[in-house]
């Protein structure tokens, strides 16, 4: 009777493991589908970071910041607007990692119509400016947004000397920007180019005319990318 009981006892510690260790390897198993969505409003680029790399490990730890180029006054399709596209997604993702913003601006003032941007933008690639203040604890922060506008399909000039002014290496860097159709349109490669040693993660593309007069949608869209990225 003894010898029936353990082994009975034994059949039963041995489901008992079984069952843990399919519980386990269902565990490793798992993969995340792509779930990236596209349209011509909002789009996610794509990096070669792994797509089931996730930094939310260590978001508690990290420090992160919004470093954004943006202007107001007269822009593309939204007309005279008091506060710049771009900066109106960067406010949204510093409201939603707790990321503390830093505004690129270069030490000379820009023309306030379309017109004179056009024109400045493009004597800024053969003349660049200077910045007029840089960040002065680039070394405290693990995670780095750069938003910008895209300014004929590029990098506006000012954004590239941001970027060529700091020390990115070790860092994760993730690009944004508004436009009026073009998308992150290779800026995300322009960006991996300028910050040597920086591990590149997924960049978002939002409609100037969105960021400006859709902000559901426009948080929307940062709130889907941010999850795909796993900082949220
Ligand atoms: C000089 C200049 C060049 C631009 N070039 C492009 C372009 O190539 N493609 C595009 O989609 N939008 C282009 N735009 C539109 C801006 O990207 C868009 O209006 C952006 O949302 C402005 O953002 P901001 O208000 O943050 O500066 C351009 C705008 C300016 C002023």
């Known amino acids: ?24 390897n269902s565990g490793e198993d798992f993969t995340s589908e792509d779930t990236r969505k596209e349209n011509s409003d909002t789009t996610a ?12 490990d260590n978001s508690e730890a990290s420090k992160i910041l919004v470093a954004y180029f943006s202007l107001a006054d007269e822009q593309y399709e939204v007309g005279i607007i008091e506060k710049g596209n771009t900066e109106i997604i960067a406010e949204i993702i510093a409201d939603k990692t707790g990321a503390e913003l830093f505004k690129i601006n270069a030490n000379t003032d820009y023309p306030t119509t379309y017109e004179g941007l056009l024109d400045i933008s493009k004597q800024e690639e ?61 800026t995300q490669k322009s960006v991996e180019n300028l910050c040597n040693g920086a591990e590149i993660r997924d960049g978002l593309a939002v409609r100037g005319t969105t960021a400006q007069n859709d902000r559901d949608e426009a948080e929307k869209a940062v709130t889907d990318w941010l999850s795909e990225l796993g900082i949220s």
């Not at 680029?45 to 939310?56: D, L, R």
């Open 126 to 186: 053969s003349d660049p400016p200077e910045l007029a203040k840089n960040v002065t604890n680039m070394a405290d922060y693990d995670i780095v947004f750069i938003g910008y506008p895209i300014w004929w399909g590029d990098l506006p000039t000012i954004v590239k000397v941001f970027l060529e002014s700091n020390d990115f290496s070790n860092k994760t860097v993730i690009p944004f920007c508004t436009h009026a159709g073009s998308g992150l349109s290779g």
């Open 45 to 56: 680029a794509v990096s070669s970071v792994s797509e089931t790399e996730n930094i939310t």
């Open 1 to 24: 009777m003894k010898k029936f009981i353990s082994v009975l006892l034994c059949m039963l510690l041995g489901l008992t493991m079984v069952s843990c260790g399919v519980s386990e």
